[in-house]
C-alpha cells in the first residue's frame, strides 16, 4: 500500500509529459503547415508581380515622385564600387498633404511620428555587396531617427539595391523587418528595369530564407520609408549622396539636395577615424599619469599635501570616471580592432583613476582626518556608499550627456555646457585653497598645463571637430569651455608667480601671520618675573630642539625666535624645518599659515 501513491505520482507526471509533449508536437505541426501555406502562396504572389500592376511608386505624391525620378535619370556620376560605411545629416521634415494613406491614429508604443517643419537627425549603417557592372547590388543596414531636440524617433531596418553603373540606390526602410519587406522593396522600385532587378535579386536571395522572417501579421503598424539615393563624386574614400526620403503612410518627407547631402565614410575610413582616436586618447592618458606621479613625489610630506585641495583631485576622479563608462560603451558598438582599442582605452582611464583615487586618499586625509577615521571605523559599508554615491552621479550624468548631445534646441545645449563647465571646474578647489593659504609652490606648472590640455581632448575632439568619429555635431559652446578651463589654469600658473592672492585688492586679503612677532610673555609668574628683570635671560623652550629660546628685548621682533598663531614660541630655524614636513603647532596640533 506505501508503494501505489507513489506509483500513481510517477505515472501522472509521465502521462502530462506525453500530453504536453504530443499537444506540442500538434502545435508546431499546425504551425509549420501554415508557415509552408504562407511561403507557397507568398512565392506564387511575388512571381506574378509586374511593374505595371504591382507598383508602388507611381502611387507617390507627384513632387515625391518627380524628384525621384530626377534622381535617377541624371547623368552617370563616379559610381562607387560599393556604398558601405557610415551616414549622417538633418534636414527639415516637410508634410506634403497629398496622401490620405495616414491612418491618423497613435503610432505603437516606441514609434513617434516626426512633426511638421522640425529638423530630424539621420545616422545611418550601410552594407553593400561590390556593385556588378550591368547589374544591381543588395544592400542592407540600419538607420536612426531624431527630432531636433533629439528625442529618439524610430530605429529602422533598411533593404534594397545599389545600381554601381550610375551611382543609385533605392532602400526600404521599417522598424521591423518581415516577409512582406522585400515584396515592398520591389514594389517601391522607380522604373520597369529596377522593378526586374530587384525581384530576381531577391528571388535569389530569399530562395529558403524566406521562412526566417516574421509574418506580415507579427509586427506593428508604423512608419515606412522609402528612400532614394543618388551617390556624387567625393573626395577619397568618402560618400555624398542626394536623397529623397518619404513615408507614403505617415506623409513624412526628408530631402537632402545637393547644396546639403547625406554625408558619409567608408567603413574602413571610420575605422581609421575611431583607431586614431583611441589611439591619441590611450597616449593622452600615459601623459596624465606620468604627470600625476611626479606631482605626488612633489608633495610627499605632511606640509605638501596640505597644499593640494582635495576637492581639485575628486573633481579630475569624476572625469575620469566619464570617460571610463563612455569609452566602454563606445567600444562595445565599434569593429574589432576599435573595440581592442577602446576597451584598452577604458582601462587605461580606470588605471589613471586609481591612481587619482590613491593621491586623493592621501590629501583627504590630510585635510579631513576625522572623515577618513569615520569611513574606516564603517568598514565594507561605508566604501561601498562611497562607491554606490559615485557610481549614482556618473549613471545620472551619462544619461543627461546621451540626451543632449545630439540637439540643436539651445535649452538643452545651455544645459550640457551647465554640466560640462561643472564637471570642468576642477581648478577652482586649488584656486580657493590658495587664496587661503596666500601661496602656490606645490604645484608643478607642467602638471598645470598638462592635465589642462590632456582633459581637453575629449570634449573638444567630439563638440568641435565636425568631422569626428561618432558624428556628434560641434556645438559652439565648447568654445566657452575651452576658455573657461583655460582661464582656471592661467590663474593656478599666475598664483605661483605672484602669490596666491595677486588679484584681491590688499583690503581685501586677509591678514598674515607675523612669525617674527614679540613672544608672549611665560605663563607662569615666576618666569614673567624673570624675564621683566632680564630681557635676555631665556623664558621659552623650543619644543622642537628642547633648548632654550634667547629672544630679544621684548619691544623688538626677533628673527631668532618665530612664534605661532597659537602662542607657542620656536626656534625660526627649526619651526622651518618643522613645517617643511608637517604644517601643525608640534605642542597643539594647531594648523599653520605657510611662511
Known amino acids: 500500500m506505501s508503494w501505489a501513491p507513489k506509483h500513481f505520482y510517477i505515472a501522472l507526471v509521465v502521462t502530462l509529459y506525453l500530453l504536453f509533449a504530443l499537444g506540442l508536437r500538434w502545435i508546431l505541426a499546425d504551425a509549420a503547415a501554415d508557415r509552408d501555406d504562407f511561403e507557397q502562396a507568398w512565392w506564387l504572389s511575388f512571381r506574378q508581380m509586374t511593374f505595371a500592376r504591382n507598383s ?31 551616414y549622417h545629416g538633418q534636414w527639415p521634415v516637410a508634410y506634403t498633404g497629398q496622401t490620405t494613406a495616414y491612418w491618423n491614429g497613435t503610432l505603437p508604443e516606441g514609434y513617434l511620428r516626426p512633426a511638421n517643419s522640425s529638423n530630424v537627425a539621420l545616422e545611418m549603417s550601410l552594407d553593400a555587396d561590390p556593385a556588378v557592372r550591368g547589374s544591381a547590388s543588395l544592400v542592407s543596414g540600419t538607420a536612426q531617427l531624431r527630432n531636433g531636440v533629439g528625442t529618439y524617433l524610430t530605429t529602422l531596418d533598411l533593404q534594397g539595391l545599389y545600381w554601381g553603373d550610375n551611382g543609385t540606390a533605392m532602400l526600404f526602410g521599417v522598424p521591423e523587418i518581415s516577409a512582406q519587406t522585400a515584396m515592398d522593396v520591389v514594389r517601391a522600385m522607380p522604373s520597369r528595369h529596377a522593378f526586374e532587378q530587384a525581384q530576381a535579386a531577391y528571388s535569389q536571395t530569399l530562395d529558403g530564407q524566406l521562412l526566417s522572417y516574421k509574418l506580415p501579421e507579427e509586427v506593428k503598424d508604423s512608419c515606412s520609408y522609402q528612400m532614394y539615393l543618388r551617390f556624387g563624386a567625393a573626395p577619397g574614400e568618402q560618400y555624398r549622396a542626394q536623397m529623397i526620403m518619404f513615408a507614403p503612410n505617415c506623409d513624412v518627407l526628408l530631402a537632402a539636395p545637393s547644396t546639403q547631402p547625406v ?6 575610413v571610420f575605422r581609421q ?46 572625469i575620469d570616471g566619464f570617460g571610463f563608462h563612455l569609452h566602454l560603451i563606445g567600444s562595445m558598438s565599434s569593429g574589432l580592432i576599435n573595440m581592442i582599442l577602446g576597451f584598452v582605452t577604458a582601462v587605461a582611464y580606470l588605471f589613471s583613476m586609481s591612481f587619482n583615487i590613491r593621491y586623493l586618499m592621501g590629501v583627504w586625509r590630510v585635510h579631513r582626518p576625522d572623515s577618513i577615521e569615520a569611513l574606516v571605523s564603517q568598514g565594507r559599508d561605508g566604501i561601498l556608499k562611497l562607491y554606490l554615491r559615485f557610481y549614482a552621479v556618473m549613471a545620472v550624468g551619462l544619461y543627461i550627456i546621451y540626451e543632449f548631445s545630439n540637439t540643436r534646441e539651445m535649452s538643452s545645449q545651455y544645459l550640457l555646457a551647465a554640466i560640462l563647465a561643472a564637471i570642468y571646474s ?23 598645463i598638462g592635465i589642462t590640455a590632456t582633459r581637453l581632448f575629449v570634449p573638444a575632439y567630439f563638440l568641435a571637430c565636425p568631422d569626428n568619429a561618432a558624428f556628434i555635431r560641434p ?21 605661483r608667480l605672484l602669490g596666491g592672492r595677486f588679484f584681491i585688492p590688499p583690503p581685501l586679503r586677509p591678514a598674515e601671520h607675523d612669525y617674527c612677532a614679540v613672544p608672549p610673555p611665560p605663563a607662569d609668574e615666576e618666569s614673567r618675573i624673570d624675564a621683566e628683570q632680564d630681557a635676555s635671560d631665556p623664558a621659552h623652550t623650543c619644543s622642537i630642539c628642547l633648548m632654550p629660546v634667547v629672544a630679544a628685548p621684548l619691544a623688538e621682533p626677533a628673527a631668532a625666535h618665530a612664534v605661532t598663531p597659537c602662542l607657542h614660541v620656536y626656534h625660526g630655524e627649526c619651526l622651518a624645518s618643522w613645517m617643511e614636513i608637517k604644517l601643525e603647532c608640534p605642542v597643539c596640533r594647531t594648523p599653520l599659515p605657510p611662511t
Not at 559610381?79 to 558601405?84: D, F, G, K, V
Not at 554625408?263 to 574602413?268: I, K, L, R
Open 56 to 86: 508602388t511608386f507611381s502611387a507617390l505624391p507627384d513632387s515625391v515622385r518627380r524628384s525621384a525620378e530626377a534622381l535617377f535619370a541624371a547623368p552617370p556620376a563616379a559610381a562607387h564600387e560599393t556604398i558601405s560605411g557610415q
Open 263 to 268: 554625408a558619409g565614410v567608408t567603413d574602413a
Open 273 to 318: 577615424k575611431g583607431t586614431r582616436y583611441f589611439r591619441t586618447a590611450l597616449a593622452l592618458l600615459v601623459v596624465q599619469v606620468v604627470l600625476l606621479l611626479q606631482q605626488s613625489r612633489r608633495t610627499k610630506t605632511h606640509a605638501g599635501l596640505s597644499m593640494i585641495s582635495h576637492y581639485m583631485l575628486l573633481g579630475q576622479v569624476v
Open 426 to 448: 576642477y581648478w577652482l578647489p586649488q584656486i580657493y585653497l590658495n587664496v587661503q593659504r596666500g601661496v602656490n609652490r606645490h604645484l608643478r606648472v607642467d602638471y598645470i
Open 475 to 495: 556645438s559652439p559652446l565648447i568654445w566657452y569651455l575651452v576658455a573657461y578651463n583655460l582661464a582656471q589654469a592661467a590663474v593656478l600658473v599666475l598664483q
